[in-house]
Each structure stands twice: as structure tokens, then as C-alpha cells.
């Protein structure tokens, strides 16, 4: 299964509150990365957050990263219309053989209604 | 805006024909890679390039090609299509690889009938 796996998979809110999301992997990693994706678009970058890391803000968006758990969760906070988008984790590991691998999850999608 | 350009944006082709995608960049940034995003599947890694003339596979490789023989262009190969080929290909690109974060192009929906 996905390195990286999002949860849910889809969730609706009103605008003006918060919308959590979380991620869960399965082995060490260097970093992960939060992507959002407008539909039809490409993937927009949000926030990384670094293994030795355990919270990172920007804006309106916090992330925490738990790696005893395998787990982080984003949470946008007083949601509005235009956060509606599908967003999507992605695990960095290394590999045994060298290099880095960025693994992403299949996107929980978020609808923000008015 | 990153700036990133694939071409062609949409395209239906029928099976067993040879289609190329394009990735252009204008940052000059050393790392490009080629995905393949399906429902269900997430983002793939098909390949990607470390370099001029520098590429490797990614994790569904089979069935594709890529060139880089520019620092600002990077091409995507299917040399005879096949249905299971049908999808959204996105090309991305980064300044220090991994270990940062990636800037994605529009995509390309492409049809194999």
C-alpha cells in the first residue's frame, strides 16, 4: 500500500471552521511535504516539515509530524471557499542502495461550502 | 507561478501510436520528473532527470522513454501507446531535488483508445 496514506479521503466543512487532515506512512523518514491541488490543476506545494521537526506553521496552516506514531495531520484553520481542493501528503525516505524517494498519498479531498 | 509549461495539455491518440509529452522550464532548475497521477493511485513516479543527459526510472517505468538533452526541456515518451496509459501527466521540477519542494506543471490528460 501507499507510503503515504491520507485521511479521510474526503470531508466537507463550512467556511469558517477548521479542517484536519492527517497522513500515516509505514517506515523512517527525512521530511514530508504537504501538497494542495485544485481541480484540474497541478500540485502546489504548502509546507514541509523536516523528521527532527515536530510542529510548522505558514499562514493559516499548521502541520505537526508525530514519527513515533508515523503520522502527521495538517489543519487549515478558519477554512474559506477557495481551500476547497483535494491536498496530499508525501513521505521522503532514503534508500538502502543511495538516493531519496518521495512516495505521495492518494489526497483527501476537502469542499469548504458557503 | 513556477515556470513550467507541458504540452500538449490534452491529447487522444489511439493505441499503439507513439506519443511525446513536453516539459519546459524557464528556472533552470537541474531536477525534473515526469508523473502519472490515476484515481486511486496517487501520484507516480515514471522517471526523472538529475541532469543533461542524466535520467533514471522511477517506480512505473515500463512502456515509457525519456530524454533530456537541455537543461529547460524534458521529454516524455510513449513509444507505442496502450489503453492502461491513459491518464494525467504532471511534470514537476526542483532546485536541490528531494529534499525540497517541487513545482508542478498543469498536466497533460492524455486518452489512449
Known amino acids: 500500500s501507499q507510503q503515504g496514506e491520507e485521511d479521510p479521503q474526503a470531508l466537507s466543512i463550512q467556511e469558517g471552521e477548521n479542517a484536519t487532515m492527517n497522513c500515516s506512512y509505514k517506515?523512517?523518514?527525512?521530511?514530508l511535504q504537504w501538497y494542495r491541488q485544485n481541480s484540474g490543476r497541478g500540485l502546489v506545494h504548502l509546507i514541509l516539515?523536516?523528521?527532527?521537526?515536530r510542529e510548522k506553521h505558514s499562514g493559516r496552516l499548521r502541520v505537526t509530524l508525530d514519527t513515533s506514531k508515523k503520522s502527521s495531520s495538517l489543519l487549515i484553520t478558519a477554512s474559506r471557499a477557495a481551500d476547497t481542493a483535494s491536498y496530499f501528503c508525501?513521505?521522503?525516505?532514503?534508500?538502502?542502495?543511495?538516493?531519496?524517494?518521495?512516495?505521495f498519498g492518494t489526497g483527501t479531498q476537502l469542499k469548504v461550502e458557503l | 507561478d513556477a515556470g513550467i509549461t507541458q504540452s500538449p495539455r490534452h491529447k487522444v491518440t489511439e493505441t499503439g501510436t507513439p506519443v511525446t509529452l513536453r516539459c519546459h522550464q524557464t528556472?533552470?532548475?537541474?531536477?525534473m520528473y515526469w508523473y502519472r497521477q490515476d484515481p486511486g493511485h496517487g501520484l507516480r513516479l515514471i522517471h526523472y532527470?538529475?541532469?543533461?543527459?542524466?535520467?533514471d526510472k522511477g517506480e512505473v517505468s515500463d512502456g515509457y522513454s525519456v530524454s533530456r538533452s537541455k537543461t529547460e526541456d524534458f521529454l516524455l515518451t510513449l513509444e507505442s501507446a496502450t489503453s492502461s496509459q491513459t491518464s494525467v501527466y504532471f511534470c514537476?521540477?526542483?532546485?536541490?531535488?528531494?529534499?525540497?519542494?517541487?513545482?508542478f506543471g498543469e498536466g497533460s490528460r492524455l486518452t489512449v483508445l
Open positions: 516539515i523536516r523528521s527532527n521537526e
Open positions: 514537476a521540477i526542483s532546485e536541490i531535488g528531494y529534499t525540497g519542494e517541487l513545482f
Open positions: 532527470s538529475y541532469g543533461v543527459k542524466d535520467t
Open positions: 517506515t523512517s523518514i527525512n521530511n
Open positions: 528556472e533552470n532548475h537541474r531536477y
Open positions: 508525501a513521505t521522503l525516505r532514503g534508500l538502502t542502495g543511495g538516493g531519496n524517494k518521495l512516495t
